[in-house]
């Protein structure tokens, strides 16, 4: 069970205000008969002292509201030095919320109070990282991993892309949310860190797979990134065009030869790449940005390829042609990673489930199709 805390208090100004010095009060309250037997001045001096203690309470009754207020007030303008422990829930509100497909949207979360998360490790350079989203409900709580930060995003917002899941009890309620609605998230969590002195990687990413696939295209690899990004609908990657070319002959190795049909094959007209540039998802476009920055080296001296893989288009990946790949950038010199995320079925046909061992999960044996490859080399990494 989650429980959280919070704590009230009044300002120590205000509470100094309210000392009251004990031995006259405890004088006035044992001497009431000599002030009733005394003159005038003395008359005098009792209603002074009902004034000052009448004063001194309505300092005390304010000091506690007034208290609360500086607090959250200083909490609001110094936000960014109130970071929360990454076992601690802290509030979110729902700044934006995009839908990018019948299903998916991406979220825009902004800090509802004082505390924040830690983004200096939310994006370490060598980090993949996840944020964990409460049902308070259920008292469940689901990971989500962020996307890179975009040019227009503010210091303080984090961004995710969210799939509406048939039975998904976290993603069925964010999906209900309204906007300005509060939500408690903790983290960041370190999913996995890139070893030193990784050149080149190829990323299988299934559906909503592809954020982690954006946090490695955004890190410091030094090689190439290839990533091969599989969903079911054009929806889900509008504007999507691959990079690499269609095969001149069917006796050609190219990557698409594991495919059924080239990648740039669409189901009808209405579908073409150039139908849709005019609305473009907004994850494509992030994916450009990211190979424009590459390309210029304003991000990373490596180039960053992506090729889109759509079910109800007849392409997909094919083992056959993904070994022909690996085999063509093989080199004991360098070292490289094939990693794999997305639904649990897409990561258990390409490399085999994960395992749980001592009460954690671990990457277990590799199995399903890669372990009937080749991999010359390349390791495996399952997310």
Known sequence: MFSTSRRCFASPYALRLCRVPTAPRAAYFSQTSHYRSTSGSHEDGKREDQDSYT???????????LGWGLHYLGDSRDGSSQIAKPTDFVR???????????TCSIF???PAQGSRIDTTVL????????????????QIARSYT???????QASDELRFLIRKEQRGEVSGYLHRLALGAEIEVRGPSVDYVLPEGVEDVVFLAGGTGIAPALQIANKGIRGTTHILWANRKREDCFGGVSDTPEPQSSSSWNLLAWWNRPITAVANASNSPQAMNTRDHAIVQQIESLKTRRDTGSLTPGGLTIDYCVDEEGTFIRPAGLSNMLHAQSSHQRKRLILISGPDGFVNYWAGPKQWVGGREVQGPLGGALAALDLKGWEVIKL
């Open 92 to 102: 979110y509100a729902l700044a934006g919320k995009e839908d990018i497909s019948s």
């Open 146 to 152: 962020v996307l890179p930060p975009i040019e227009e």
């Open 108 to 110: 825009t979360l902004r």
């Open 123 to 138: 994006y370490d350079p060598r980090a993949i990282t996840s944020v964990q989203f409460k049902q308070p409900q259920l």
């Open 55 to 65: 004063r001194v309470l309505a300092v005390f009754a304010l000091s506690i509201p």
